[in-house]
Every structure is written in C-alpha cells, then in structure tokens.
C-alpha cells in the first residue's frame, strides 16, 4: 500500500490522520468488549479485553511472560540473523553466475514448494525441542525473501554505472563498496522487512509444534488448561514483537534510504 | 600546443559477434591526438562513434588495431555520458568526490577540489542536494565536475547534452566552452551535431555509416574564446556547410 501521500500533509493534518487511528482502535475494544459481555460467550472461549489485561499484568508480575517472550525473541533474532546471512551470501553468488543460478534453481524452487509447517515437526524430531530447531525452522523461512530480493537488488543495478565505475578504474571490492550494496539496498531491505515479520511466525509454529519455552509454549498450555486470557495475551505479544521488528527494519530503511521516497507500511 | 600526440590510434577495428558473421561496427579507423586538443567525432547514428569512445575507455577491446597513450598503458580518464549517471544515493559533492574516494584521496583534500569544480560549473548552494533535485542540465553539469575533479589524462564525452532540451543544450555548450578554456584539457567528444562539433572543437573527426571509418579530417579555424555570437556568422555556416557536406 502506498500512503506516501501523508508525508506530503502538513504537520497537523497529520496529527488529524492519527487520531483516526486511535479512534479506530478504540472502537474496535468497545465491539471486541460488547460482544464478550452481551453475548454470553463464557470467559474461556471469548474473554473480555479487561479480563486479558488483568491476566497480562498477573503474567508480568510472575515473570511467565517475560521470560518465555525473551526465549521467542532470541529465537527469532538468531533465525532472523543466520537466515539473512546465509541468503546474502547465496543471493550473492548467485546474481553473479547464471551457471549458478540454473544449477541450484530447481532445489530453491522445491524449498519454496514444502509448507515449513508440514516439516516443522521432522525438524524437531531431528534437532530435538530445544532452541536449535527454532533458530532453524525461522532461518529458513526468512531465507528466500531475503534470497530472491538480494538477487533482484543485484540484478537491478544499472549497467551504465558499471561503465561509470569500470572507465575510473575502479576495482571489484568497489564497486561491491560504492555501487552494489548502495544500489542494491532498496529491494534487499524490502526482503528483510518481510522476513522480519515472517520470522516470528517461523518461532511459533516451531514451539506450537514441541518446545520447553516460547509464547507458543504458553499458547499450548493456555489453551490445554481453559486458560484463553494467556493465549490472547501471547498472541498480542507476538503481535507486537512482529510490529516492532518490522518498525525496525522500516526505521532502517528511512535512515539509509534518504535520497529516494520510500513507500511506508 | 605541443606536436608529440597524448594518444595514437592505429587501425582500429571493431566486430560484433552475430548470428551473420558479425557485425562491423568500426574499420580501420587511425588518428593522432596532440595534447590540450578539442577533438569532436561526428558521426550518423550507427557509425560506431560510441564504440570507439568505449574502446577509449577500456571498456571495450578492440578486434584489432591499437591505442597508444604517451603517458603509459593506463591513463587517467574522465568520462561523460548521454545521461548523467549520478549515484542517486549520494549528494552532488560526493557524486563530484567519487573518482577522488576510489583513489583513496583523504576527505578533507576531495571536499575543497570538489568545492572548486562546484564553483566551476555554477552549482553553488546545490552541494548538499539528492541527485533527484536536479535538472537535466544541472545533472550533466555534476556530471562534467567529477569527471574533472582527478585531473585526467583525457576527457571523454559521449554525447554529454544529447538528453537535454535544446535551450539548455545550448547553454550548455557555453558552459563547456568556458570550462575547457579553463582547464585545458585533451578532450574527445562524440556527436551527431555539426554545430555542437564546431562550436567546441579544434579538429572534427568525421565518421561514415557502419562499419564507421574517418572520411574527414577536418581542422576547425574559428578563434577562440567562442562565444553564442558566432554560431551566427557566415564562416561558421561555411564550415557547418562542409561538415553536413562530408556526412552526406
């Protein structure tokens, strides 16, 4: 979506916009609340938004939350760190050598074709319920996004700028330093914002599938004891980490990408 | 101006390779360069004119022939293109700054060159804007400046206001006109305009159809400095007259 026209509004225009946000917010905890009240719904399958509140401070206080989202959230940095490199440096080789690119095309394509969450299981089978499997099951999840726009940004670069830099004479390691990462960071920070978002959803489904710790862990038990207040405050939670991940990579992007008109959201 | 040439060019010759054994797009091509010369090449579209200011580059090899450059093997160039080509994710000094970074020139010497070359081609209070900021004209004006700013051997311009409208190509000729009166550099300039060839150059360079050979070489006497003035007077029409003549 492009909302690039809000940047062009004048600073209390803008203000105006943001309040109907709130608004909207607002109104959407009125419904949620009118619908858990009136419609006799009982507390384990629709909660009230004060009963999750309640249960998301008692959460807080015994440090259940904190501690299991510290486990998700080091999972899903880790995932998001060696999924990201391992897709740089391929994306890498592979915007370089079409022979390349053919020879290992039809084993990427095959990745993309296996739901991760049908092999999620096998992967914790093999790698055990410990955080290894997370850390997995999320580095290959961010992979190709990151993979395929590393290629595409690679690819994307204009020839008459490598003539530029070939008539100065400028060497390999430069024009990676002066052209190709400059050019190239547009498309591969647009992957990385997907596979920011996609990352957290790779945690979950790996703790959903077996784990010791995690907010999927906390999913798990808060549904299997009639606990619903904890799964709406897990999923809330995740929410949030998946919204700040992506606020971060999206921060990033306007710090490096000053000189063009980047589309927000 | 000295007799001993910066750059000899000897029967020179370019083939693409096609599906019809190739395709010829220069042939036998020989000139001589002398130092602080204006040289234009011009040339119909198709006569390889860009092909042999690549080859000047050493962005392309010849098939065969052979460049010589007095100073040695590889020398310092600058060039200019059709369009700008400015790096969009760097202001207009650190465009300007670029050639100077490569050679691994401290920051603080590249920042006063390059305000020096900002003052040269009249781009004072634009130092700190995007490249998106910039008119055409002002964009090939960055252009000029960076491909000054190291002090080449030589400069080359391929068709450097060919995407410009005609007004500001026209200032634009002024403008370079002054710079090189300046700077006194050897230039090589590649064209398909009579007067944009006159109005610049001390020597044209006239290319035939592809496969492109030299079918004139053709010693413009016009005095210098030039000024807009003289692209009016009857001389100047006399010479255009046996340039158009030459192309055919």
């Known amino acids: ?265 | 101006m000295s007799t001993v040439p910066i750059l000899t060019v000897r029967n020179l010759s370019v083939t693409f390779p096609d599906a019809n054994g190739g395709l010829h797009a220069l042939s036998d091509v020989s000139f001589e360069v002398c130092p602080r010369e204006f040289i234009a090449v011009l040339g119909p579209s198709g006569s390889g004119k860009s092909t042999l200011l690549r080859i000047l580059a050493g962005l392309l090899k010849p098939t065969r022939g052979s460049i010589h450059f007095a100073d040695g093997d590889s020398p310092r160039i600058g060039m200019v293109f059709q369009q700008a080509n400015l790096m969009p994710w760097r202001t207009v000094i650190e465009n300007i700054e670029l050639p100077l970074e490569l050679d691994g020139e401290n920051k603080e010497s590249a920042r006063v060159k390059a305000q020096d070359l900002i003052e040269l081609v009249g781009l004072q209070g634009f130092e700190h804007n995007w490249p998106r900021d910039l008119s055409g004209g002002m964009a090939q004006r960055v252009a000029i400046a960076r491909a000054l700013i190291h002090d080449p051997d030589i400069l080359l311009l391929d068709e450097p206001f060919g995407s410009l409208d005609a007004l500001t190509r026209e200032r634009m000729w002024t403008e370079l006109s002054r710079i090189w009166q300046m700077r006194q550099k050897t230039v090589i300039m590649v064209t398909h305009s009579i007067s944009e060839s006159l109005f610049l150059s001390d020597r044209v360079l006239v290319l035939t159809q592809r496969p492109g050979t030299i079918k004139l070489d053709f010693k413009v006497d016009l005095p210098r400095p030039r000024d807009d003035e003289m692209r009016y007077t009857a001389h100047f029409g006399k010479l255009a007259r046996k340039l158009k003549e030459a192309i055919g």
Not at chain 1, 111 to 123: D, G, N, R
Not at chain 1, 131 to 136: D, E, P, Q
């Open chain 1, 1 to 265: 979506m492009n909302l690039n026209f809000i940047r062009n509004l004048p600073e209390t225009a803008k203000r105006g916009y943001r309040w109907l946000g709130l608004i909207s917010l607002a109104a959407g905890l009125i419904v949620w609340w009118a619908i858990a009240r009136f419609s006799g719904l009982p507390a384990f399958v629709l909660p009230s938004p004060l009963q999750v509140w309640q249960r998301f401070l008692l959460s807080l206080t015994d440090g259940e939350l904190v501690q299991n989202t510290a486990v998700t959230l080091v999972e899903i940095l880790l995932g998001l760190l060696w999924g990201a490199v391992f897709a740089i440096v391929l994306g890498y080789l592979l915007a370089k050598s079409r022979t390349l690119e053919h020879l290992l095309s039809p084993y990427l394509v095959a990745s993309q074709a296996v739901p991760l969450v049908a092999i999620a299981p096998l992967l914790v089978i093999w790698f055990g319920p410990g955080m290894f499997s997370k850390v997995l099951i999320c580095a290959l999840i961010v992979f190709f996004p990151v993979l395929v726009n590393t290629i595409v940004g690679l690819r994307a670069v204009p020839t008459a700028l490598y003539d530029l830099m070939h008539s100065m004479r400028a060497s390999q390691r430069q024009i990676l330093l002066h052209l190709e990462i400059p050019a190239a960071l547009p498309i591969f920070l647009g992957g990385l914002r997907i596979g920011a978002t996609l990352s957290v959803i790779g945690a979950v489904v790996g703790e959903l599938v077996g784990a010791d710790h995690g907010l999927g862990v906390l999913i798990n038990v808060g549904r299997g004891t009639y606990d619903t207040p904890m799964v709406f405050v897990a999923v809330f939670t995740l929410i949030a980490l998946a919204l700040a991940l992506y606020g971060i990579v999206a921060w990033i992007e306007r710090k490096l990408l000053a000189w063009q008109q980047i589309a927000e959201l």
